[in-house]
């Protein structure tokens, strides 16, 4: 190591080799600020507390953006794939009341089971990925998910698809901690694609789910050209879900920041729980409508239903920041939002610089 002493600071260059030297500038106005800004964060009990502020070029906002994009990839396929668990399993109700001789309405209970444990376990697993970081939360996760499919694959009863299939859905983590991960490398104001891109894998893997399962019920034969003219509305309600579910995510997420896993899980919560629900009673919903009409009667209910779910979206739009106001939380949020952007500090500011340095291939040298 050499020195390099002077009378106004002392750089200090470690390293012999130049993919190992760094420039380490302790100038006195810069160890005055290290010292003012620990004497701010020092609690009553004597230890140092870290803020974001403090720390930007070590959060994910600072991440180049082929990194973040890169991390957000690995969570879609995470999201596809938890999604893709849950649309599939309506395709196998019929052999599965043939395997175990039962009817279609116990059969579709393991569907209920897992849609119901998932809404819980979204809201389960975002807190502690919080507190203990999004990668250890997301690996048990998956690691749980996976083992409860083998049970399922093994089951010598229906009693045990649906056990396992609650706990595979208890186990899943998607839905609020993916979503999560989005704020903590994207500020509110510049998040949308990010947002867009998970909400896709969201509901691209729903519809995945079915085009695969159709396969599995392959033994249909004629009867899957009676369901073009379903499928292609189907299209048209996957789109709708998407803009609903795009709109109502990306307030959450701009409006919680990094607690926006648990405001999403609150969302998941509702929409997943629902979906359980609604598996018990859908086909019965279709198959006991009198008369000729069975097609028409049903889905034109659900049309109202669909116009009446999409009114909140636009009160969102208009009434966002009025609502927004009856929320302390949300409000001590944006406050915190204030005070950094008043500090020079903001989301934007000095994240953003060294997410283009990093970008650039430069790392931050100096004041």
Known sequence: MAENNTHEGVILR??????????????????????GSDSENQRADGKIELKEADNMDKLGFAFPTWKKWTI????????????????????????????????????????????????????????????L?????????????????????????IGTIIVCRFLGGLSSAGGSVTL???????????????????????VGGTLIGLVIGAFIQRYLSCRNVYWIAPMIFSVLIAIANYCIYMATIDY?????????????????????????????????????????????YPSTILACLVFLVTIPIYVFYWKGPIIREKSKFA?????????????????????????????????????
């Open 180 to 202: 999560g991960m989005v704020a903590d490398m994207w500020e509110a104001d510049n998040q949308q694609y990010a947002v867009a891109y998970v909400v896709l894998s969201s």
């Open 331 to 367: 409000q001590t949020l944006a406050s915190d939002r204030k005070k950094k952007v008043g500090a020079g500090e903001s989301e934007g500011g000095r994240a953003g610089n060294i997410g283009e340095k990093a970008d650039a291939g430069e790392m931050e040298k100096g004041p």
């Open 133 to 157: 970081g999004r990668w250890p939360v997301l690996q048990l996760s998956l690691f749980l998910v996976n083992i409860w499919q083998i049970p399922c694959a093994l089951a010598p009863k």
């Open 72 to 131: 957000l990839t690995v969570i879609f396929a995470v999201q596809v794939s938890m999604n893709f668990n849950t649309s599939v399993y309506p395709n196998v109700v019929i052999p599965l009341t043939e395997a175990f001789h039962v009817t279609g309405q116990v059969a579709r209970i393991g569907q209920m089971t897992f849609l119901c444990a998932y809404a819980f376990g979204s809201e389960l697993w975002a807190p502690w990925s919080e507190d």
């Open 14 to 35: 470690k390293g012999s080799s130049p993919s190992n030297e760094s420039d380490i500038d302790i100038s006195p106005q810069k160890e005055e600020h290290k010292n």
């Open 252 to 296: 959450m997420v701009a409006s919680y920041g990094p607690y926006s896993a648990s405001a999403t899980g609150g969302n998941a919560l509702a929409r997943d729980f629902l979906a359980g629900v609604a598996a018990m009673y859908s086909m019965p919903f279709y198959t006991n409508v009198k008369g000729s009409h069975k097609l028409e």
